[in-house]
Structures are given as C-alpha cells and as structure tokens.
C-alpha cells in the first residue's frame, strides 16, 4: 500500500512538473515565434533585394544574413530539446515544437552550409543570367529566356528555329551547373541525414503529413493516365498533319521542341495548330486587352477585385508600394519567375513578376495573388503556423481563381470576350485547350520530384544521371529532345525550380485539389450542378459568391495549425485527395477524344525514345 501510495505521489509529482513546464512553454514559443518572425523578415527582405538585383553585393548579403539565421535555428533546436513537448497535453504546443524541430539546411555544419548557399547561389544565378545568340544573327548574343526566348518558343513554327534555341538554351542553363548540382545533392543528402531522415525525398514527402503520400500521388496519376493517352494521342496526330511525318513520328515520344513550352509542360501554346475545331475561335483575348489600353497594373487590380468580390482580403498600400509587376527597365539582372512573397510583418506582402498584358499573364497574375490571399488570411497565427496546409494547398488556391477567370462566362462579364458563342464544338475546344495545361501537366510534375527523389535516394548511378532523367519524361510523358542527349550534357536544372532546390510535388496536388476545390466552390456558389447542363463545371464563375470565399476563408485562416485533410474538410467537408472532380471536369473531353481517335485510327501510347545515350 505505501509502494502504491509512493508511486502515485510520484506520477502526481510529474505530472505537475508537466503542467508547469507546458505553461512555461507556451510562453517560450509566444517569444519564439515573434523572434522567428522578426529573423525571416530579415532573411527575406535580402532574398528579396538579391532577387530583384542579382550582383555580387546583393549575393554576398542574402547568403550572410541566411547564415545568420541558420545560426540561430540551430540554436533554438539545442533549446527545444529540454522541453519534454511529445508528453504534452496540448495537440497545438506539440505541432509547434514538431515543426520547430525540423532545422533543414540550417542543420549543416557552418562551413557545409557557406558551401550550400554558394553552391545553390551559382546555379540560380546561372538560370537568370542566361544568354544566347539570335538564330539568323550570332552577332546579337543578349537573348534571355524572358521574354525573348520563350517568345520564339511559343510563337515559332520553324522546327529547325525551335531546335537550335532548346538546344542552345539547355546547354547554358542545365549542362553548365553539373559540378554544382553534385554537391547540392551530397549536400542535401547530408542535412537530411542531420535531421534524422533518410534522404531529402523522405524530408520533402513530410511536409505532407502521410505515410502513403507516394502511393497515393502514384494512383491519382494512373487514374488520369488514360485521358493523358488521349490527349498526347491527339496532338501527335495533329503535329504530323502540320509537320509531316518526317519531323513528328506516327507512334513515338512527341519531339518536345514543338510543344510551345521549353520544357514541355504545357502545351496550350500550340492550341492554333492542334486545337479539334481550328474554324471555331479559340479563347484568347490577349489582343482585346492590349486594345482595350490594359497594363499590369490593371491586371493585377482586377485580380484584388476577384478576390474582395468573394469578402476575402483586400490588398494592403504596402503591396502596391514594395512589389515590382513589370520587368525594370534599368538593365539589370533579376529573377523574372512570377513569385509572391510574404514578409511575416503585418500586411507586407509583395509579388515579383514581369508581367506582359497577355492572357495566359492575367491568369499568372491570379494565381500569384493567391499566394498573396493565403499570407492574409492566416497572418494572425504564430510564425510557424505562416505556411500552408501543405504545399500544394498554396499552389492550388490562386488556380480555382484562374480556372474560374479563364471562362468564357467571366471573360464576357468583364467585357473582354465578344460575340463568342459556347456551342458544343466551341465547349470540346475550351476543354481541350484547359486540358492541353491541366492534364499535360500532371506527368510533367510527377517526373520534377520523382526524378530528384530517385538521386537523393541514391537509386541512380551518377554515370546515368541525364539519361534517367530523360526516361522518366519519355515514361511519364511521351516526350523526348529534339536532339540526342549523353551524358555530357545534364538537362534537368534547365528548369527553374531543379536549379533552385523548390520541390516540385506541390504543383502536382495543387492540380488535383484545385479541382476538388473548384467543384465545391461552384457548388457552393450555385454555379455548377451535375444534374443541369445548363450549369456545367467548365464554365462556371465564383466571382461574387461570398459563399465561396467564407469556404476559402475557413480553411485558409487554419494555415498549418492542423494536418491538411483538416483543412480540406473545412472548406468542402471531404478529407481525402482524389482525381475524381478533374475527370468530372474532363469528362466531355475524354468522349469526344476517344471517338475520335479510334475514327482517325491514331496510335494511343508511344514507342521508345532513342534520345539519350549512356556512352
């Protein structure tokens, strides 16, 4: 009885103890967090000025201050380690003190990291400052990829054009940066290991909070495989009757130069020569825009418009103050890739983008500005809730905005689209040109990570490194160089995102979910009921629905406070991710595209690519 009595005196002891300490801990991470706050807007305010003027000064600062902040994170992970947080009553102390504890790079011995800043440093600066000469005069070499670059790529019709500009782009942006791209592995390799995990796939694929992840991303794919068949089936088809089947092959990889994207990712660029009724106009109001006086400064406030319309945030003076929305005219270096940043002070939100008035920029600029919604709504959280519910969820939100802009009832609301008539040969080609960005681009985002999963794993000889990379593209996609690679050549950081270190999958669920997102914001909005064809989900506009934004405030105000399907559920009630509402939006599409394909007797799959040689 006394041992009984000792022993309950003792868990009661402990218990206090406990008690006292989650108390004492609460405070620590009030502090903590405001602190962090006050680092990162340090630490982002030189990205920043780095990003927006590439030069030796602005370099040597941004990698300064980001050591700074490595130092003291590591710092805060010796602290958090006297705090017992797993034995916590409080679910939300524990995620605070789980999420604390993942340093990162930061994990890295000082020099290691010196070495990873200037290593990722080099390659981004390479990407940015890329230069190539003019096809028909090697004398005018000042050719950047934005705007000139991808203006050929998009525009051009010439093959011979198009192979000589991939071709010489490729060089300078991927094979260039090879030495670099080993050692940001080993790197990479290295902190993960530091931080307890096995390889930097495991560290990105935590971010989603699931054990089956990988699976799960591999069966939503194999779901929407067969329309990706379809639709790649098509386009071959089309490409022969333009090019003849000298240039494109009856049942190979699409030759990828020809797709209107440098990396073939998406392919609406083409819609001119592939679309299924070439005679039915295509919706571009790119020209009305330009006609009609607009600039980016329009743009971007008819996107905050969007956005008020639905009750959501209202951007601040500071925005329209700090963010730069059109290319500098002063000659400088920047980092053109549209990207939204949040400053984790009240309100200082900015975006980087040089924008141009065209349509497929009017939909950029949406999608960044919900970015810029997301930092807004979960703003009053602590720092370390100031992030998505996972990464895909920030990507997706500013899409369900642009999927709902792109249609031709929005278009015409805002009086950009004239005397256009939605009948049905009209509609199958609005959902083929939505599909020729939606659906191509899901293989092309699996392949981003998997690729990079496979050489943090370690599963790919470094003898084979381009040629593994380009048969998961011939895999995945159906597509392959115009000329043969070896590996002499390295292609992947040819891609912005490869060269930079951003993982790739939260473009990949951002696809899926925006639909699943954009189904029920529809809905929700009394916009789309699959019971009526005259409400149908492809066409279908949320300006206006204050229903639709109190679901995208309920869920965006959670930020990363709760796991993701939490999240989910607070704006549509389901908490699992599916592909069934992209097949739903799809579904006119696929019919059509079967019958017609099987009416063409056109090959659905691909042979082999001989395109790369291990030698």
């Known amino acids: 009885m006394k041992l009984l009595l000792v022993a309950l005196l003792a868990t009661l002891a402990l218990t206090q103890a406990l008690v006292k300490e989650e108390i004492q801990a609460k405070e620590y991470l009030e502090n903590l967090n405001k602190e962090q706050a006050r680092r990162t807007n340090i630490d982002t305010e030189a990205s920043w000025a780095y990003g927006s003027n590439i030069n030796d000064e602005t370099e040597k600062k941004k990698n300064e201050v980001s050591a700074e902040l490595a130092k003291f994170l590591k710092e805060v992970s010796v602290e958090i380690q006297k705090f017992n947080w797993r034995s916590y009553e409080s679910a939300d102390l524990k995620r605070q003190f789980k999420s604390l504890s993942k340093l990162g790079y930061a994990a890295l011995t000082e020099a290691d990291y010196a070495e990873f800043l200037e290593t990722m440093s080099a390659m981004e600066s390479n990407f940015a400052k890329v230069k190539v000469c003019d ?36 060089d300078k942006a991927g094979t260039a940066v090879r030495p670099q791209f080993e050692r940001y592995v080993e790197l990479n390799t290295k902190a993960a290991k530091l931080n307890n995990f096995t390889s930097g796939a495991e560290v990105w694929l935590d971010e ?35 090019y003849g089947d000298k240039v ?3 049942k190979g990889p699409l030759p990828m130069h020809l797709l209107g994207n440098m990396w073939a990712q998406q392919w609406s660029d083409i819609a001119d020569i592939v679309s299924p009724f070439p005679d039915k106009p295509l919706v571009d109001v790119s020209d009305e825009m330009v006609k009609q006086g607009y600039t980016p400064l329009k ?25 730069i929305i059109e ?5 400088r270096d920047l980092i053109c ?19 141009t008035v065209t349509q497929s920029q009017l939909f950029t600029v949406h999608h960044e500005l919900g970015h810029i919604q997301y930092f807004l709504q979960y703003q009053h959280l602590p720092f370390v809730y100031r992030t998505g519910a996972n990464p895909g969820f920030h990507e997706a939100v500013g899409d369900v ?51 990079r999963w496979s050489l943090f794993r370690g599963e790919v000889d470094k003898a084979n490194w381009n040629c593994a990379f380009w048969k998961l593209r011939e895999d995945y996609s159906g597509i392959e160089p115009p000329v043969v690679r070896t590996e002499k050549d390295f292609d992947a950081p040819a891609k912005y995102h490869v060269s930079a270190d951003v993982e790739y999958a939260r473009y990949l669920v951002s696809f899926i979910i925006q639909f699943q997102f954009y189904k029920s914001a529809c809905m929700k909005a009394g916009q789309y009921d699959p019971k009526n064809p005259e409400l149908p989900l492809d066409n279908c506009d949320i300006y206006g629905s204050a229903e639709a934004g109190a679901a995208f405030h309920n869920m965006l105000s959670l930020g990363a406070s709760k796991p993701w399907p939490d999240a989910l559920q ?25 019958a017609e394909n099987i009416k063409n007797n056109v090959h659905i799959g691909w042979t082999a690519s001989d395109k790369c040689v291990s030698y």
């Open 135 to 170: 096809y028909k005069d090697n004398t005018k070499c000042d050719l950047a990829l934005e705007p000139e670059i991808e203006e050929v790529i998009t525009k051009s019709r010439d093959p011979e054009e198009l192979k000589y500009y991939w071709t010489q782009f490729y």
């Open 208 to 242: 989603y909070e699931d054990e089956t992840f990988e699976k799960q991303l591999e069966d939503i794919f194999t779901e929407i495989r067969p329309l990706y068949e379809q639709v790649h089936g098509y386009v071959r088809y089309r490409l022969r009757q333009h």
């Open 248 to 250: 494109v092959p009856e």
């Open 299 to 323: 743009m971007f406030q008819m996107g905050d418009d969007f956005f008020t319309s639905m009750n959501l945030t209202k951007l601040p003076p500071t925005f329209w103050e700090k963010s």
């Open 327 to 331: 290319k500098p005219t002063d000659g």
């Open 337 to 355: 890739h549209a990207s939204a940043w949040d400053f984790y002070l009240q309100d200082d939100v900015r975006i980087k983008q040089c924008t």
């Open 401 to 451: 905005l642009s999927l709902s802009v792109s249609t031709p009832k929005h278009l015409e609301k805002i009086g950009l689209l004239k005397n256009f008539v939605l009948d049905e040969e009209a509609r199958i080609n609005q959902l083929f040109l939505t599909a020729l960005d939606k659906i191509v681009f899901l293989p092309f985002a699996f392949t981003m990570d998997k690729y």
């Open 570 to 594: 607070a704006f549509n009630g389901e908490r699992v991710m599916t592909g069934k509402a992209i097949a739903e939006y799809f579904e006119p599409l696929r019919v059509w595209l079967e």
